[in-house]
């Protein structure tokens, strides 16, 4: 770490907040004294203790002078991405480059010393503003574990766990309990890492799922988990309701009928919780304290009626206190009616195991979420499993099975004709009991809690509480997911309800929308039907919380850190597995509309892809499956078979040469690597930022335009050498460029010759390292740069153009910011449209291993080119036309290529009409070196500096290949003037003993004038193409 002197600082400092920029440390660059020059008699260090304000220079260290941080809590919060700098720390060039001064960064955002403790930075306010009022926060117990105990606390331990047990008797009813706590608990445990691996806020369940999996699978079981939460309010409110009807009916005082009193009593009732859940967070967490006391005072009371002595009227109704005998015969199953089974039975008590997620759907409104909910969940687990173990063995160990409650069936002990346990306790319930009519006992009265506590309103006042409390639960978390579901924006026609009110960000929106939906259910009175849903919701999430859990932590992604440790990623995939398994032993049908509901939503979000990045295992599960098999496929050996053309495409900025883009694109889509290369020419030092900017902006114009593409650039003095960096390095292992695609470089006579002989030995370069190359010409030219430039700057000069050659570019159009390039409007092209029923024209003129053939079969196989005929051109003899031709047919019939039209060109040889070559020469002649025939020294002298000159001994030797040039285009205008695409063997020129002016003279002439894309393509001379089998 550089050790710098303490500067003097200028009275203005001291009014600056935070952290100082790298300008304010250094006046000047280098010699003079500038403002904040050394000045005698001062440093840092322990001896002379500082004040902690954020003007001192030392106290952003440990006693040093430095451009250096120590670490702090601002640097690292708010980061999402990877490039993303924290806040307040230097960037690296600050430390690694010439300092300037910034005037203008002076006073820079920076943390205060004495602030560097944990907190966020939000808790700062701004100064001359009345401090916001602290959101109502909750702890571990108040917040999490008694809102769990009490969503899992429902009817069913009041009314169903005794009839449970006297079905299936205290050893299964326990084993049964057991089963279903495993899956809550694993489930507890698994939100317990997720929860503790980073900041977690507001959106509970939705929130830890999406953040984990990713927005597909988050954000379908977000919406479908607030509903269920909506629909549960009605279900536990209509609970509440039946048992006030029946206590009304008792006493004959029905308000209507008994249907419409439920209606009646429920929508009071859940208007009432909704008026709690408006009064705020804190009103809701009182109540909530109520109702569990209540729940305690009514357990606490039953206990107490399990030890005081049985009445006359309480034995009639099978209660007789413990008696080990009672134990005995209750602690084996007797199976009775339709739901006589074991799973029958657990299906109707796990719901009563669920409930789980109710302190994690306000994770928002805690203190700390990362301890409060692994440490509430966890409690309330335990505590109501201890209760529900409780409860079975007290209560079997107390009632007998049947009973009639008639004081009239009172014997002596040991009468003749009794049977059953009670007729050692001097009772005689035979005779209901043969017959099945019997009213009481565990198996036939619900009530048997009531009737076995020392006061039974208590007992009543418990089911209402615990009604009641899971009603308000369900009330407050629809809404908290919901809110957070409708800011992420993942599904339309939902942001109306994202906005929150008060101090706490209360989604009123939600909770009024939740309260028309449970009214709405609750007039219907009937929810059969809808229960066994919303129980597969809940399970649908647990399934898919573990599956996070497992996910994330088989990723092995290094940003998997949770704090909460006791976890088993193959406990979450079991868990995860027995969810699924519940779901369909509960109700099968429900669980498949489950299933598709989640599948529909999942489907619609990857269709819509939603532009968000939360790090999801997803993301991390992708890298590694692409990583495993790339580092696989090094293994592979290659084969022909096997062959596919990967291309490196010189497009420089991509949105530059879209019909490059296109074509390349069409025929490597879902096939093979196309990566789109950029050459940014200039110094490193200006070029850099430029690079970092528009990468990415790259990238999303390529998948805006659907194109399966990777981008890469490279700062390189110049194209030529910039182009041999790409040749060399782009790829990653067999997944390298077999093939350099660019587009024809159309202003070759005007442009300066240095660029000429670059663009030349660019296709040499790819030569050399055994690329195949793919040279495309159009007649309109491929860079469209000018228009988008003209578009924007109309005085746009014609100097200030990229230079056409299909690689780099100049234009200010290509350092657009990334919005800016993803959001432009698309450029159309050729290659996006149908080509109908005409022809795509091959001129396999020599044999470079089948690349000719290849990439016009490929692009074939396309919808758009599907319809084309495509006809393939050979030169031969005229006096051997036929065979040749069959040969050829032969040829292609064992490459299974399906091309049938074959034509022979007899006159390829014959000279081209004078004026052709004529032209040809005009074309030369200003790149002629008119030596005179000299010697090859003397030829050498005079093209010092200018290579790209051409001999008069080098035309003549060439003259051949020169005129074949003139010849075969006078072809392609006779037989392709109205072809889809026209692809021609690349001719090439010997490194050396070709000047680029006279080669690109060749490719000129050879496509001048042709209405269609032309292809121009040479492979590396190896069979890409093989009729054998193996």
């Not at 952290?19 to 904040?36: V, W």
């Not at 989640?598 to 619609?604: E, N």
Request: hydrophobic residues 40%.
């Amino acid at each position: 770490m550089a050790e710098l002197p303490v500067p003097e600082l200028p009275a203005t400092l001291s009014r600056c907040s935070g952290r100082f920029t790298i300008s304010t440390l250094l006046g000047a660059e280098e010699g003079g004294r500038g403002p904040y020059a050394p000045t005698e008699g001062t440093g840092c260090d322990s001896a002379q203790p500082t004040h902690l304000s954020g003007s001192t220079l030392c106290t952003r260290t440990f006693g040093y002078n430095t451009v250096d941080v120590v670490p702090a809590y601002e640097h690292y919060a708010n980061s999402k991405g990877v490039g993303d700098a924290g806040k307040g720390r230097p960037s690296l060039a600050d430390l690694h480059s010439i300092l300037k001064p910034d005037p203008g960064r002076l006073c820079a955002a920076v943390s205060d010393p004495q602030r560097s403790n944990g907190l966020p930075e939000e808790a700062a306010g701004e100064p001359g503003r009345a401090p916001t009022p602290e959101p109502v926060r909750f702890g571990w117990v108040k917040g999490v574990m008694i809102r769990c105990m009490l969503n899992i606390w429902g009817v069913i331990l009041y009314l169903r766990l005794p009839w449970i047990t006297a079905q299936a008797g205290i050893a299964l009813t326990w084993l049964i309990i057991l089963m279903s706590v495993t899956v809550t608990t694993i489930t507890g445990l698994s939100i317990s890492a997720i929860s503790t691996n980073g900041k977690v806020k507001s959106g509970g369940t939705y929130f830890l799922i999406s953040r984990s999996l990713g927005p597909e699978l988050g954000g379908s079981i977000g919406l479908i988990f607030a509903f269920a939460n909506a629909v549960a309010v009605a279900m536990h409110t209509v609970g509440f309701a039946e048992t006030v009807r029946d206590l009304l009916q008792e006493h004959n005082s029905l308000i209507v009928d008994p249907t419409n009193d439920i209606r009646i009593i429920g929508v009071v009732t859940v208007t009432v919780l909704l008026g709690i859940s408006l009064a705020g967070m804190e009103w809701e967490a009182k109540a909530q304290i109520l109702f569990f006391l209540v729940i305690l005072v009514s357990f606490i009371n039953y206990l107490v009626g399990t030890v005081i002595p049985a009445t006359a009227e309480k034995q009639a109704k099978g209660f007789f206190s413990y008696r080990a005998d009672i134990f005995a015969q209750n602690f084996v199953p007797s199976w009775r009616g339709p739901e006589g089974s074991f799973f029958g039975l657990f299906s109707i008590f796990f719901p009563s195991a669920t409930g789980i997620l109710a302190g994690a759907n306000i994770s928002g409104d805690l203190k700390d979420p990362a301890v409060a909910i692994p440490k509430g969940t966890l409690m309330a687990i335990f505590w109501t499993t201890m209760s529900y173990l409780v409860l079975s063995a007290t209560i079997g160990s107390c009632v007998v099975r049947d009973a009639s409650g008639s004081l009239n069936d009172s014997v002596a002990v040991g009468s003749p004709g009794c049977e059953g346990l009670a007729c050692s306790f001097g009772w005689n319930f035979t005779a209901c009991a043969q017959r099945q009519s019997c009213r009481y006992g565990l198996s036939n009265y619900y009530q048997s809690m009531s009737m076995v506590s020392g006061f039974g309103p208590l007992i009543t006042a418990g089911i209402f509480g615990a009604t009641l409390s899971s009603a308000l639960a369900c009330l407050v978390s629809a809404p908290k997911v919901f809110q957070c579901l409708c800011r992420d924006q993942l599904y339309p026609l939902i942001g109306f309800f994202g906005k929150g009110y008060g101090r706490n960000s209360e989604p009123i929106r939600g909770y009024m929308l939740t309260y028309v939906i449970a009214v709405g259910f609750i007039l219907i009175a009937e929810l059969n039907a809808i229960a066994p849903i919303i129980s597969n919701f809940f399970l649908c999430s647990y399934a898919l919380i573990n599956f996070s859990c497992f996910h994330a932590s088989i990723t092995n992604s290094p940003g998997w850190r949770p704090s909460f440790r006791y976890y088993s990623k193959w406990a979450a995939l079991f868990g995860a597995a027995v969810s699924v398994v519940i779901m369909f032993l509960l109700t099968w049908w429900a669980a498949l509309i489950a299933f598709g509901i989640v599948i529909f939503l999942l489907g619609y979000v990857l269709y819509k892809k939603p532009d968000v990045n939360w790090g999801s295992s997803m993301q991390a599960s992708s890298y590694n499956m692409a990583l495993n098999y790339s580092v696989g496929l090094s293994e592979v050996d290659e084969h022909i078979k096997n062959y596919r053309p990967q291309c490196l495409v010189l497009t420089g900025p991509p949105n530059f040469r879209p019909a490059l883009v296109d074509f390349v694109g069409t025929f490597t889509k879902n096939l093979s690597l196309m990566l789109c290369g950029n050459v940014l020419i200039g110094p490193r030092k200006q070029k850099m930022p430029e690079s970092r900017l528009t990468a990415d902006g790259h990238t999303k114009w390529l998948m805006k335009r659907k194109i399966k593409a990777f981008y890469t650039d490279v700062v390189a003095e110049d194209l030529r050498s910039g182009v041999q960096m790409l040749i060399q390095a782009a790829g990653l292992g067999k997944m390298r460029p077999n093939i350099l695609a660019l587009g024809y470089k159309r202003n070759w006579r005007t442009a300066s010759p240095q660029s000429l002989e670059d663009y030349v030995g660019i296709l040499h370069d790819a030569f050399d390292f055994k690329y195949g190359v793919c040279l495309m010409r159009m007649k309109e030219g491929l860079n469209v740069s000018r228009v988008m430039q003209a578009h924007v700057n109309p005085t746009f000069e014609a100097a200030e153009h990229p230079e056409e050659n299909g690689t780099g570019g100049r234009a200010a159009l290509g350092t657009a910011d990334p919005a800016t390039l993803a959001s432009e409007q698309q450029a159309s092209t050729i290659f996006q449209s149908e080509q109908g029923k005409k022809t795509i024209d091959i001129y396999w003129l020599f044999d470079d291993g089948g690349l000719t053939l290849l990439i016009p079969y490929l692009l074939g196989r396309k919808k758009r080119w599907g319809k084309c005929k495509i006809r393939v051109f050979v030169g031969g003899q005229i006096n051997r036309m036929d065979e040749e031709r069959k040969a050829i047919v032969s040829l292609l019939s064992k490459f299974r290529l399906g091309f049938h039209e074959v034509h022979i060109l007899p006159d390829i040889n014959q000279k081209p009409r004078p004026e052709h070559a004529k032209r040809f020469d005009d074309l030369i002649a200003p790149f002629r070196l008119n030596d005179g025939f000299k010697d090859e020294a003397t030829v050498n002298e005079m093209r010092r500096g200018c290579p790209w000159k051409i001999s008069d001994e080098e035309v003549d030797k060439n003259r051949a290949k020169s005129l074949r040039q003139v010849r075969l285009n006078e072809i392609l205008l006779d037989y392709s003037r109205d072809a889809a695409l026209v692809a021609i063997t690349l001719p090439i020129g010997r490194k050396g003993r070709c000047p680029s002016s006279l080669y690109m003279a060749w490719l000129e002439t050879l496509s001048q004038d042709l209405r269609p894309p032309v292809i121009l393509t040479r492979g590396n001379q190896e069979n890409v193409l093989t009729f054998y089998c193996q």
